[in-house]
């Protein structure tokens, strides 16, 4: 089955402290992002890779970091986490191309304390 | 700058109706429209993904349009159902940037 796993789902953490979500896809797709979404802005992009070791800013890249070592994974990196970075975390990826149909992961809901 | 809106931003219909959401976008450089549903505190769904050079897709009870010139696609859900509830999404693949670019969707109720 395609899919785009995250991990976790739930993470209650404190201001400071480093954390990883997790991003897995296994349709061998090219593009892979990361999105956050809050009430009344929508979802917004944070970054986004092209392929392996190829990764640009989105939208709001501040405060985040991430990697792509390879394929299939596409780590979103808190190096020091904030309040204000509360949020609905979503990995996406797609093939390249028009034809190509982005998926999404079931979210990672955030919270920093 | 891709700007992409969606009207209206709630709905509330009786089951049965035939609905349509609006989404428009002003720049048509797109590879790529695509309408997505979510559910509340979930992931994102895709319903349809319709190409650049198509100007429409059908999924059961769901079909979507694709004006591109006009920077303007619909959803058109036929005789709704209290299980189509939910929050559903418009996001363009911009063709220079590979972005992904999303409304801010439409809230639908469907009351049965």
């Known amino acids: 089955e395609a899919q785009v796993t995250q991990n976790p789902r739930y993470l209650i953490t404190v201001t400071g402290k480093k954390l990883t979500v997790t991003c897995s896809q296994n349709m061998n797709h090219e593009y892979m992002s990361w999105y956050r979404q809050d009430p009344g802005l929508g979802l917004r992009q944070i970054y986004y890779?092209?392929?392996?070791?190829?990764?640009d800013k989105g939208d709001v890249p501040e405060g985040y970091k991430v990697s792509r070592k390879e394929k299939r994974n596409f780590p979103l990196i808190l190096e020091s986490p904030s309040p204000n970075q509360t949020s609905l975390y979503f990995c996406?990826?797609?093939?390249?191309?028009?034809?190509?149909?982005?998926?999404f992961g079931q979210g990672t809901r955030l919270t920093v304390v | 700058k891709q700007e992409v809106t969606q009207i209206p931003a709630a709905l509330s219909v009786p089951e049965g109706e035939n609905l349509v959401l609006n989404c428009s976008f002003t720049d048509s450089a797109i590879y790529n429209l695509q309408w997505f549903r979510q559910d509340p505190g979930k992931g994102l769904t895709s319903l349809l993904l319709?190409?650049?050079?198509?100007r429409e897709q059908t999924s059961g009870r769901l079909n979507a349009s694709l004006d591109k010139s006009s920077g303007r696609s619909t959803l058109y859900i036929a005789a709704s159902q209290p299980g189509d509830s939910a929050t559903y999404l418009c996001?363009?693949?911009?063709?220079?940037?590979?972005?992904?670019?999303f409304g801010s969707g439409t809230r639908l109720l469907v009351r049965p």
């Open positions: 996001a363009v693949l911009m063709d220079s940037s590979y972005k992904l670019i």
């Open positions: 319709i190409q650049s050079s198509q």
């Open positions: 996406a990826s797609a093939g390249l191309g028009m034809r190509t149909e982005a998926f």
């Open positions: 890779s092209m392929n392996v070791e190829v990764t």
